[in-house]
């Protein structure tokens, strides 16, 4: 896109402080069901789930854990089997040695420094072997306290596209958006950004003439007339 063309739809949109609002409260109305799509029953099946989400999807991920937590209900289940076996079990989801590893060690400081329970902070849950900031973030979040905003694929790609950041980095994409997005939104924030990725904003082929942020996105495709726009040639 030409630079002037970017500053031009910038310029259209106004300016994000002002947009954020709406496009919370629109992205609130069009997906109401927005939701974690991961299956779990606890902390300690929420805390799995986030682990083995990693470069699979969640669907993939819930078929895997169906059978999985019939099987693994506490943190010595999953240390009472071999590797072998661990990493048998959740081999669909992909990493399977990387994530079986980890999962070992995480239930293993688990029993050592929580007394078996997942910890409740940022700064516990990411001395858990293999759990990254983005996983502590969906977890906390999940729990209903958030202390950051889950960036993942759709977050990044969507909050670019909606000029809310010009970052690439995830860790700089929300330190942009949570000086963004008013504190009591973090949680549903990143579901709402996630199921308009997935159903509408779709990395290839964007649906913007049925978006409802059509008129606040400065990455659209659609030609929005607004009373701050002058007509284009
Ligand atoms: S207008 Fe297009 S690019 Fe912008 S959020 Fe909607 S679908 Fe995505």
Known sequence: MARSYVREARRR????????????????AEHPDATIALQYRNDLELLVSVMLSAQTTDV????????LFQKYRTPQDYLAVSPEELEND????????????????????????????VPRHMDELLRLPG??????NVVIAERG?????????????????LGLTRQEDP???????VKLVPREYWNVFPHLLIWHGRRVCIARAPRCEVCVLNDLCPASRVEVVTNTSPARA
């Open 131 to 136: 759990v990254a900031r983005k996983t502590a």
């Open 13 to 28: 949109v106004g300016p994000k402080r002002e947009r954020i609002r709406p496009i919370i409260e629109r992205l609130l």
């Open 171 to 177: 860790v700089k994409i929300e330190r942009d958006l």
């Open 90 to 117: 959740i081999r669909a989801t992909g990493f399977f040695r990387q994530k079986a590893k980890a999962l070992r060690g995480t239930m293993a400081m688990l029993l050592e420094d929580y007394d078996g329970q």
């Open 60 to 67: 993939n991920v819930n078929r895997v854990t169906e059978r």
């Open 145 to 161: 306290q958030a202390e950051g905003i889950v960036v993942d694929t759709h977050v990044r790609r969507l909050s670019q596209r």
